[in-house]
């Protein structure tokens, strides 16, 4: 297992994504923890607003792993407010790599 922290996932350009698809394939199970918010939300919130499909924050991650070749279909967003601890440690245990946006 890798770790790989980035200050800006954006800013990770082109210099690293040759190397990153040398160690994340297109079957990589990628898990998505979008916990760090301006305000309190709810599961509802975190979903239909914070971190909706296709809006901005969403788009910024996704989008770099669909550049690296990862299958939007083998990324999930872990929802703190709506899934339970047990789903949760199932969704880690499954993921090949972890994403703590912040």
């Known amino acids: 297992m890798y770790s790989i922290l980035f200050s800006k996932i954006e800013l990770a350009g082109d210099m690293l ?3 990153l698809k ?3 394939s297109k079957d990589s199970k990628v898990s998505i923890f979008p916990w760090t918010f301006p305000k309190e939300l709810n599961g509802e919130q ?3 607003d914070f971190f909706k ?3 901005k924050r969403y788009q910024r991650y996704v989008s770099f792993l ?3 070749g990862v299958e939007e279909k083998n ?3 872990c929802n703190c407010y709506s ?3 047990k789903t949760l440690k199932k969704m880690i245990h ?3 790599v972890l994403l703590f946006p912040g």
Do not use: A, C, R, Y
């Open 17 to 19: 994504v040759p190397k």
């Open 46 to 48: 975190l979903e239909s």
């Open 83 to 85: 899934q339970n601890t």
């Open 75 to 77: 990324i999930n967003i």
């Open 94 to 96: 499954n993921s090949d």
């Open 66 to 68: 669909l550049k690296l």
């Open 53 to 55: 499909k296709n809006g």
């Open 22 to 24: 040398e160690i994340i």
